[in-house]
């Protein structure tokens, strides 16, 4: 195969003839076949790109490449070919095992070589011949500008003279991860305690030190509209160019409260006339003290009508504008040549590795390669919640993966293992948790070793990739032995600037980072960019396109809220997070351990932006990315279920202590305290509120029409009537959601030009009856829920479906019936409660006639009934 990929290469022309040449391909680890293997200096080659651990190389030798390097000047660490495309650069081929693997080529200047390399066989060639034709337009654009006496580049590229004064800096006596100088850290690298005390109106990083001379002239030739240099663009507390506080949110929370108040004094006028008519004051006692239960529960239905108008005659521009919450609209890049260091992290359970990880871990590499070959650099972190789990062959397996593909992972002990525990109802957070402990620890044995080995170095020598990487082994082997040796850890763990926080079932678009570093670093307020994503399909059944339509419609509901000035929501994935921001709203749990997570929270995510919002930062909600960063979606109602359930557990535990709790500690949290009093915009508080008792009106349907149902049917005509009735509630929440949401959503989308109009009401007709069927036989699980956190009930969910399993009618239904037969045993009473009390076998006077009373209950018990049936795909597709 080597001797194979070699003549293919040399009919492309790719290898000089005076001067040795060769194919090399793995066949263990740091064990390479090559063809040919006659030459001497092959042993250097071959040593060096053992360390860079890639699947297949060639040595390129071109007349092109040779011209290439012969105009570089010694020291030059990188040559930028096009804007986006740039290629390390060493002095010696005994340089290349520090080069970052995911550029995928290297220039050795003294031998007039490019070394490529690739991890899939197939692709070597192909990507070696890209690099000849971008080495060819390099060369002719070089020509062309000295010519006709200019450095005037193209739109998009770089000048040749702007170029080399680029890359004529001395390579960086520091580690590839981190590109300051090593005296003058950044606090982003500084584990556990440099990034205390941040000002999130400050950069995190003194950009203007790491910026030549050079640098700054280049900065000036770039057009403004499309790239930044990397000097602070902000005053403290200022917004960067283009951006304002958009106030429309302000305005509908205003409207929809005003709404709200309107509803209520309605109440309270028709309380107080029947008052006044009977004598009797008891139920306007009553009516007060539900006020403001009934202002928060009605907030989101004010809010929703109000939106719906807003929807259709209101603006639309703003979805396609910059905020100071909201990014319709992707920055300017910055340049130079020290970009941020971003840390993908992933966590991970038992997830299959061919079916999930691997899908997800390509098209991260893809989007690392990238932002590499634009300057930065990037790492990927596996936070391995399943390694300790498997058999001795399955982490084997692993082991290698990570290993062939450069990926530092943290795995942690199994829950009682030794007295180890895994914190957290929801294992994710303390996953996380461990990982982050483990590389800060890392890093302030690093701080402490790095100057008493500096020391030790010759005089005249720099401290370079190869002496950071030794010392960072010891700190790594010392930080496990610190913990009883309990973790397992390879490869890179340490964190950048910024950390991409993704699920396992993700795809993320090739070119993310540099745009996403870029608004970050123009935005030290911002402490997470959250993406808006898209829907990423692998089951394919109707119920996984049923959610993905309505994951859609949260998003687009989301991007117009916040681009109207509301705050924006973190859900916990595919945003990038600022490190420093991180660690500075961490706390120390109960136990004495430092947590960056809230591992004792459902919510962790939401948890996080409250205590980021406390600290002064922003969460920002960016659509520039086309939705191509994708997400998995729940695969079928067990999991939709478990996911609100969540939800709605984690609204309760943020506003709510455990009822046992009530006597010292009040019945409201600390953190919702902490939150609700701090200097966040009253509208802002509103909108979260509103969101959040929204959970709660969902909650009360069912048992709130039942208790209607027996009021109004057995001892009417005592009863108040100011109570309205089921149907009339009903009839409200059908026009205001369904109708008028649909209505308001399909206007919106056509009109900022998301969906043609037809394509938007086909879409929402398409899945009305599911949506309809969905929401009514929800409100009894959403209940457990938030009850189950007062009550002090220990509610557990199983880790989200990402693999797709098989299934047919006999194994799904005894599932069904084991998890939800509670909710079917509860309902059905309800439905034969209510069908006997219509029956002659009750006395007249106790018997229920009349469609009004008996629709709304009917209607949510059967839907609790048929939702586990006719949404399951395993049912409704017949397969016996």
């Not at 397996?397 to 943290?410: A, E, H, L």
Request: hydrophobic share 45%; net charge negative.
């Amino acid at each position: 195969m080597a001797g194979k990929t070699y003549r293919i290469a040399k009919r492309s022309d790719l290898f000089a003839t005076d001067d040795w040449s060769c194919v090399a391909l793995r066949l263990f680890k740091h064990q390479y076949v090559v063809f040919p293997d006659h030459a001497p200096q092959m042993g250097t080659f071959i040593e060096q790109i053992g360390h860079v651990n890639c699947e297949a190389a060639l040595t390129m030798t071109t007349e092109v490449c040779r011209a290439v390097t012969a105009s570089l000047p010694p020291g030059t660490t990188e040559l930028a070919l096009t804007a986006d495309d740039r290629v390390q650069v060493v002095e010696s081929m005994i340089s290349l095992g520090t080069s970052r693997k995911a550029q995928g080529a290297c220039f050795i200047r003294s031998e007039g070589r490019l070394i490529v390399w690739t991890d899939r066989v197939e692709d070597l060639v192909e990507h070696a011949n890209t690099l000849e034709a971008k080495m060819v337009n390099f060369v002719w654009r070089k020509a062309g500008a000295n010519r006709f006496g200019t450095t005037t580049p193209a739109p998009g590229d770089a000048s040749p003279s702007e170029i080399f004064e680029r890359v004529s800096t001395p390579a960086p006596p520091v580690p590839s991860m981190q590109k300051a100088n090593p005296a003058r850290p950044s606090p982003l690298w500084r584990g556990s305690s440099g990034a205390l005390g941040f000002n999130p109106f400050r950069s995190s990083r003194s950009l203007a030190s790491v910026a030549t001379p050079a640098e700054s002239i280049a900065d000036e030739k770039r057009p403004t509209d499309s790239t930044t240099s990397l000097e602070p663009v902000h005053q403290p507390g200022v917004l960067e160019s283009g951006r304002s506080q958009v106030l429309l949110a302000p305005f509908y929370t205003g409207c929809a409260v005003a709404l709200n108040f309107l509803m209520i004094s309605l109440l309270l006028r028709n309380t107080l006339v029947t008052c006044l008519l009977d004598g009797s004051w008891m139920r306007m006692v009553f009516v007060v003290l539900a006020v403001p239960a009934y202002f928060l529960v009605s907030m989101f239905f004010s809010d929703t009508i109000v939106n719906v108008v807003a929807h259709i005659i209101m603006p639309v521009s703003q979805l396609h504008s910059n905020g100071l919450y909201y990014s319709g609209k992707p920055p300017r890049r910055i340049t130079g040549t020290v970009l941020p260091h971003v840390t993908v992290q992933m966590p991970v359970y038992k997830e299959g590795l061919e079916s999930v990880l691997m899908p997800t871990i390509e098209s991260l590499k893809k989007a690392v390669a990238t932002y590499e070959l634009q300057g930065g650099t990037a790492n990927i972190l596996v936070s391995e919640d399943g390694m300790q789990l498997f058999d001795a062959v399955e982490q084997d397996i692993r082991r290698d993966y990570y290993d062939r593909n450069n990926i530092g992972w943290v795995a942690r002990p199994k829950h009682n293992s030794d007295g180890f525990i895994r914190k957290g109802r929801f294992k994710k957070a303390s996953n996380l948790n461990f990982t982050c402990s483990l590389s800060m620890r890392v890093e302030e044995i690093l701080d402490g070793m790095r100057p008493e080995a500096q020391a030790r170095k010759p005089a005249n020598t720099f401290w370079n990739a190869e002496d950071e990487n030794e010392l960072y082994q010891i700190a790594l082997e010392q930080a496990i032995e610190e913990g009883g040796n309990r973790a397992w850890a390879s490869g890179d763990i340490r964190i950048g600037d910024y950390i991409l926080i993704i699920d396992s079932d993700t795809r993320v678009p090739e070119d993310c980072f540099l745009d996403s570093v870029s608004e970050m670093e123009q935005s030290p307020e911002v402490g997470v960019l959250q993406h808006c994503s898209g829907v990423m399909y692998v089951a394919n059944n109707y119920f996984e396109a049923f959610i993905g339509h309505f994951t859609k419609m949260v998003n687009y509901s989301i991007s117009w809220i916040v681009a109207n000035g509301s705050i924006a929501p973190f859900v916990g994935h595919n945003a990038f997070m600022r490190w420093s921001a991180v660690q500075e709203c961490s706390f120390i749990d109960e136990e004495g351990d430092r947590c960056i997570w809230a591992w004792n929270m459902v919510s962790e995510d939401f948890d996080m932006s409250l205590r980021l919002s406390i600290k002064g930062y922003i969460v920002r909600w960016a659509t520039w990315s086309k939705n191509d960063f994708l997400e998995g979606v729940s695969l079928t109602p067990d999991d939709e279920v478990n996911r609100l359930q969540k939800y709605g557990w984690g609204c309760s535990e943020i506003m709510l202590n455990p009822i046992s709790q009530w006597w010292k500690k009040g019945p409201f949290a600390k953190m919702f305290r902490k939150w609700l009093f701090s200097d966040l915009a009253l509208s802002a508080k509103m909108s979260v509120l509103s969101y959040m008792f929204s959970y709660f009106a969902i909650a009360i349907s069912l048992p709130g029409s039942v208790g209607i149902f027996v009021l109004q049917g057995f001892f009417y005509p005592e009863v108040d009537h100011l109570f309205l009735t089921s149907f009339q509630v009903w009839v409200a929440v059908v026009m205001v959601y369904s109708v008028g949401g649909t209505l308001g959503l399909v206007v919106s989308r056509a009109r900022s030009r998301q969906d043609t109009i037809a394509r938007a009401i086909y879409d929402h007709l398409k899945w009305m009856p599911s949506l309809v069927l969905f929401f009514t036989g929800m409100s009894y699980h959403i209940l457990l829920a938030l009850l189950a956190h007062p009550v002090g009930y220990n509610m557990n969910w199983a880790a989200t479906l990402k693999d797709i399993e098989s299934s047919n009618f006999w194994r799904e239904l005894p599932s069904i019936l084991k998890k939800y037969w509670h909710c079917l045993l509860l309902n059905g009473a309800i439905v034969v409660g209510i069908v006997v009390c219509t029956t002659p076998i009750l006395p007249m006077e106790w018997r229920v006639d009349g469609i009004y009373l008996l629709f709304p209950p009917l209607m949510l018990a059967v839907g609790h009934i048929l939702y586990p049936f006719l949404l399951s795909p395993y049912i409704m597709s017949f397969q016996f």
